[in-house]
């Protein structure tokens, strides 16, 4: 079973637009990555997430995670065609970083 | 920042023949690595993890066999697909961690396609 749901599954967006990515979790989050992958590359560490209500930004992209732990966000304010690729959200487990199936966002110009 | 590199990008292979594929971390010590599978519009699954100088501990389901991983060094790890098949064609990442395994630096990932 996917223990990490993210969604939308692919979204496009007029450039300027905010959005918002979801990544939900069917157990408590320890640990919570975001990483965004540009088509057919490896994946470039965005933010990590540990406590409940914690909330960190790097330039137009804030990520949060919610008190219970469960769920985690990503907003990117005023997007931007760099913006584009896939945005998948990790989760400590056994040791390990299992991911959701990632987001694919496009950006409109 | 640390850098992980992979070689090659890209690899076309035919049906029945072993390829090699590369992790090397550039400027930083890697006790250890990882391998992943990408599909697509699928999860990254998680193959096996190496430590450096041991053998890999590989996740359920995956053959040790055909998917031999070897961590010879603390910069360098390898994956070799052995007799290779038209359903091993996916995208291989791999990542290495000096410390806690949540540390980890992803390669630019492998593409391999099997004819």
């Known amino acids: 079973s996917q223990e990490l749901e993210q969604s939308p599954q692919s979204l496009i967006v007029q450039e300027g637009k905010n959005l918002t990515i979801n990544c939900t979790s069917s157990?408590?989050?320890?640990?919570l990555y975001w990483y965004k992958q540009k088509y057919g590359e490896g994946l470039i560490f965005l933010m990590m997430?540990?406590?409940?209500?914690e909330e960190k930004s790097h330039e137009k992209i804030t990520a949060k995670l919610d008190e219970k732990k469960q769920q985690s966000s990503l907003h990117i304010t005023a997007s931007q065609p760099s913006h584009a690729g896939i945005y998948l959200c990790g989760a400590d487990r056994d040791d390990k970083i299992i991911f959701g199936k990632g987001t694919r966002l496009h950006i409109l110009p | 920042g640390a850098v992980v590199s992979q070689h090659p990008s890209r690899v076309i292979c035919k049906s029945g023949t072993s390829v090699k594929i590369e992790c090397r971390s550039l400027?930083?010590?890697?006790?250890?690595m990882f391998w992943y599978r990408q599909f697509p519009k699928k999860s990254l699954m998680l193959m096996a993890t190496s430590n450096e100088g041991s053998k890999a501990t590989y996740e359920q389901g995956v053959e040790k066999d055909k998917f031999l991983i070897n961590h010879a060094s603390l910069t360098l790890s390898t994956l070799t697909v052995t007799s290779a098949h038209p359903e091993d064609s996916s995208f291989y990442i791999c990542?290495?961690?000096?410390?806690?395994?949540?540390?980890?630096?992803f390669g630019p990932g492998t593409r391999l396609t099997v004819t």
């Open positions: 990542s290495a961690a000096s410390g806690s395994f949540y540390e980890q630096y």
């Open positions: 400027d930083f010590q890697a006790t250890t």
């Open positions: 157990k408590t989050l320890y640990g």
């Open positions: 997430l540990q406590k409940g209500g």
